[in-house]
T-cell receptor, first 113, second 111 residues
């Protein structure tokens, strides 16, 4: 079965650079969620989108922005990168009648040097 | 968000049952109890969820206390592949919802 696809798998950036992470949800899923997991930490909710509209917002820095496109894929844009942004970024998706089940991708490992 | 409390770590032996406890004394009437697990180097994975009644699926069973202030995830026969961090999460199922991960239980399975 198709899973949530995230790209790239690994990304290395310098401080103050920008990064774009992409997420392709499971087909027919209409909701996308972004999470950040620092080393040794639990996943922290960043933002979510339902039917291409922002549905909830967590502890997402102002330097980050995200959107969901007409084909339901989502992109997380990160600017003015800081060392502390180094983390594993997970995308998850769910289907409107089964929002209790989130399906997570394998994540993008972002390293800021 | 209502808070959950789980032990930091637990250890069990392969092929034995495992009971993972979760306390949620401030749970509200509309909160569902969700369990997710995260295997090393992977994204979290849905395990099971419930509201009031005990639930069973192919992965595990969820036993919910009558007053709903606690619950237990039961792995009937642990394998080495069940070694993971297990998260107990409360959330209202109301359209798109976020899951707030707290500190989970790191489960170690001994061969």
């Amino acid at each position: 079965a198709a899973g949530v696809i995230q790209s790239p798998r690994h990304l290395i950036k310098e401080k103050r650079e920008t990064a774009t992470l992409k997420c392709y949800p499971i087909p027919r899923h209409d909701t996308v969620y972004w999470y950040q997991q620092g080393p040794g930490q639990d996943p922290q909710f960043l933002i979510s989108f339902y039917e291409k509209m922002q549905s909830d917002k967590g502890s997402i820095p102002d330097r980050f922005s995200a959107q969901q496109f007409s084909d339901y894929h989502s992109e997380l844009n990160m600017s003015s990168l800081e060392l502390g942004d180094s983390a594993l970024y997970f995308c998850a998706s769910s289907f409107k009648t089964e929002h209790e089940k989130l399906f997570f991708g394998s994540g993008t490992q972002l390293s800021v040097l | 968000d209502a808070k959950t409390t789980q032990p930091n770590s637990m250890e069990s032996n392969e092929e034995e049952p495992v009971h993972l406890p979760c306390n949620h004394s401030t749970i509200s009437g509309t909160d569902y109890i969700h369990w997710y697990r995260q295997l090393p180097s992977q994204g979290p994975e849905y395990v099971i969820h419930g509201l009031t009644s005990n639930v069973n699926n192919r992965m595990a069973s969820l036993a919910i206390a009558e007053d709903r202030k606690s619950s237990t995830l039961i792995l009937h026969r642990a394998t080495l592949r069940d070694a993971a961090v297990y998260y107990c999460i409360l959330s209202v199922i109301q359209g798109a919802q976020k899951l707030v991960f707290g500190q989970g239980t790191r489960l170690t399975i001994n061969p």
